[in-house]
């Protein structure tokens, strides 16, 4: 690397720490960025990178991924591999003290979406299970608190230490449908990432529960949203209930409040489910969906 630099130290969301570890794949391939693009794999880095994170979110302190914007396409692609997994992470709750609510909310929805994908992702194992089922617990318990009560020290370290475990289960599961959809709405719409996940995450649980209805009636336990007596069709439905209801409390727009406009938005609908479908998570999902569906979901997500 020019400047004989030994290291990378990344402080920020996700967006300072994936440039970062960009860096030091290109530092050690040459290329461009989309040369690494999934199917591809970035397996090699040119120095360490450390990652201090500022928002309880994204988890990429902890992921072998990572999502770089292409400015010739406006594609989010998806970057994998053992070179954008991180040397070590400094994992300090402090730091999110000072996030405004509105950051607090779509980064903690960013993290329980991380947590609910990697448990029902077809990818899902034991050790990621471990992590998505504590991360999914604690996010929930403490997600409407810290939006309320930003200084909240208690349930700062929790968001922190929820957000960071979710991290560790989508690096070893994978996300699914709705990590696919977003990143093209914020590549065109420019929604931040946490957002844009929070806008898509209850209607795509709508849409996959029929085919991982075990599975996301496990997640509805998990959060205390349905007791062990009650069957999977109804803890399932109090958990597309539940995801709807925090939306509305959080005040999560949908892309037509956020100011989408709506001609724009439809008439790029074919692109951004090509965009989706080509980084691969659709087909982590327990209902992997066609093109004219992830089209129809980006539909009714609109309004």
Not at 150 to 173: D, I, K, V
Not at 177 to 193: C, E, K, N, T
């Amino acid at each position: 690397m020019a400047g004989r630099h030994d290291g990378l130290l990344a402080i920020g969301g996700g967006s300072p720490i994936d440039t970062a570890k960009a860096m030091s794949i290109l530092a050690a391939g040459g290329e461009e960025m989309r040369s690494y693009k999934v199917p591809a794999s970035a397996d090699r880095r040119a120095v360490p990178v450390v990652c201090v994170p500022t928002t309880a979110g994204t988890g990429s302190e902890v992921t072998r991924f990572c999502v770089i914007t292409d400015p010739a396409t406006d594609e989010k692609m998806l970057i994998a591999g053992l070179g954008a997994l991180p040397s070590a992470a400094i994992i300090d709750y402090e730091l999110t003290l000072s996030m405004p609510m509105r950051l607090t909310a779509d980064t903690g929805i960013d993290a329980l979406t991380h947590a609910i994908e990697a448990f029902v992702s077809k990818r899902a194992n034991s050790m990621s299970d471990l992590y998505a089922l504590s991360a999914m617990k604690i996010l929930w318990a403490n997600l409407r608190i810290v939006c309320a009560e930003p200084g909240n020290h208690a349930a700062r370290e929790a968001m922190m230490w929820g957000a960071t475990q979710a991290g560790l289960a989508f690096s070893n599961a994978s996300v699914a449908l709705v990590h696919g959809m977003s990143r093209p709405i914020g590549a065109f719409f420019h929604v931040p990432h946490g957002l844009s996940n929070a806008m898509l995450l209850p209607v795509v649980t709508a849409f996959s529960a029929d085919a991982g209805r075990e599975r996301y009636a496990i997640c509805a336990r998990q959060m205390g949203l349905a007791s062990p007596e009650e069957g999977d069709q109804l803890a399932v439905a109090r958990l597309i209930e539940a995801l709807t209801q925090v939306n509305i409390d959080l005040e999560v727009p949908s892309p037509a409040r956020y100011g989408i406009p709506r001609e724009r938005y439809f008439a790029l609908l074919e692109t951004m489910a090509d965009q989706a479908l080509a980084s691969g998570s659709p087909g982590n999902n327990p209902r992997v969906p066609t093109r004219e569906e992830i089209m129809a979901l980006y539909r009714a997500a609109y309004d």
